[in-house]
């Protein structure tokens, strides 16, 4: 039982807390490609609609999302 609810906070107060902690841009990267879901129930943007609006390459937009994802992932293990 305590368990679970602990993973619940930080499923929700830790995404947002390891969200927080990110730049806007990294913020914005990560969102709309693992956090947005479509009306239609797909995925948020690819890489490359990514790179087209921020004037970069695919494989830049990759390069700013494993960054974001590993200062996520630090942040949620000082989190939790």
Excluded: C, P
Excluded at 35 to 52: C, I, P, Q, R, Y
């Amino acid at each position: 039982m305590i368990e679970a609810h602990q993973r619940d906070i930080l499923a929700s107060d830790g995404i947002a807390s390891a969200l927080d902690a990110l730049d806007e841009r990294s913020r914005r990267i990560v969102q709309e490609r693992w956090l947005k879901v479509n009306d239609d129930s797909s995925g948020g943007m690819t890489l490359h609609e990514l790179a087209a609006e921020y004037g970069v390459s695919a494989e830049r937009i990759r390069q700013i999302e494993v960054a974001a994802m590993k200062k996520m992932r630090k942040t949620l293990i000082e989190y939790a």
